[in-house]
Nanobody
Framework: VQLQASGGGLVQAGGSLSLLCDVR????????IGWYRQAPGKEREMVAK??????THYADSVSGRFTISEANTKSVTLQMNSLRPDDTAVYYC??????????????WGQGTLVTVSS
């Protein structure tokens, strides 16, 4: 199972971007999935996550501006509105995903860069 993130890019402050995380594999179940980000010189932080048994959660800094879609069987999106320069970071998709061979484990995708200009 692999997580493929896409949709990053350069946008002006106040603009919008939508990130997509595709989960690719033969047989799997998404228990929960979310988005994390890491800005230069900072630690990785949770942005938004959703899934069975965990509900939906947002970081305080993005609440009201970002929306994570309900995870379907193969993907999840993050709609980012009213972007600010401090949203600039590499965004990662991560999920706890079950497969028949490995059970439920945490998996990470590659990052996608979001740059917000002032």
């Amino acid at each position: 199972v692999q997580l493929q993130a896409s949709g990053g890019g350069l946008v002006q402050a106040g603009g919008s971007l939508s990130l997509l995380c595709d989960v690719r594999g033969s047989t799997f179940v998404i228990n929960n999935i979310g988005w994390y980000r890491q800005a230069p010189g900072k630690e990785r932080e949770m942005v938004a996550k959703t899934g069975r048994g965990v509900g939906t959660h947002y970081a305080d800094s993005v609440s009201g501006r970002f929306t994570i879609s309900e995870a379907n069987t193969k993907s999840v999106t993050l709609q980012m509105n009213s972007l600010r320069p401090d949203d600039t970071a590499v965004y990662y998709c991560s999920g706890n995903i079950w497969t028949p061979s490995q059970g439920s484990i945490d998996r990470w995708g590659q990052g996608t860069l979001v740059t917000v200009s002032s």
